[in-house]
């Protein structure tokens, strides 16, 4: 399992930076990053975007893409990455958007999660069923965000 100190490390020796747009992790990926020192060397940032209207409103989600796939989908998640990495100016940004419980959404299960990683050079879509409690779902969300970020940097860079 690839943890947050070798993302660490593989954005400092690639010279790369990441940002993150987070919905029901909340800021988590954002702590746990910012928890290490040395983290601003390639942290520039994170926008929590957990309410649907900040998500139009602050990131500039289109209303009509919201109304038509939901929050909770894999075109919402690929633009909040898309427009994350610009007003972040990012080489890489992540995003997290899914449905971490108590009950279904937008008809969507509980565990329910989409994951966007946008460079430069690519823009990538993961979809995930997870189960457990919120905890449970929303740390399988950053633990598999670090996979991601590890795999899509090496094949990238």
């Known amino acids: 399992m690839t943890t947050k100190e070798e993302i660490a490390e593989l954005f400092k020796s690639k010279g790369r930076t990441l940002g993150s747009v987070e919905s029901l992790t909340g800021g988590l990926f954002a702590s746990e990053i910012t928890s290490m020192s040395g983290a601003s060397e390639y942290f520039k940032g994170s926008i929590v975007t957990y309410a649907t ?3 139009e409103n602050l990131l500039k989600i289109p209303h009509n893409l919201v109304e038509k796939f939901g929050v909770v989908s894999q075109e919402c998640a690929m633009q909040m990455s898309v427009n994350g990495r610009n007003m972040l100016n990012v080489d ?3 995003a997290f958007t899914g449905n971490a419980g108590p009950s279904a959404m937008e008809g969507k299960d509980v565990g329910t999660v989409y994951i966007a990683v946008c460079s430069v050079y690519f823009c990538v879509v993961y979809a995930y069923k997870f189960s ?4 449970q779902i929303r740390n399988q969300c950053l633990n598999t965000g670090y996979e991601i970020l590890k795999q899509e940097i090496l094949k990238n860079n």
């Open 53 to 55: 209207e900040i998500k």
């Open 92 to 94: 890489y940004c992540i």
């Open 132 to 135: 457990g409690t919120r905890e």
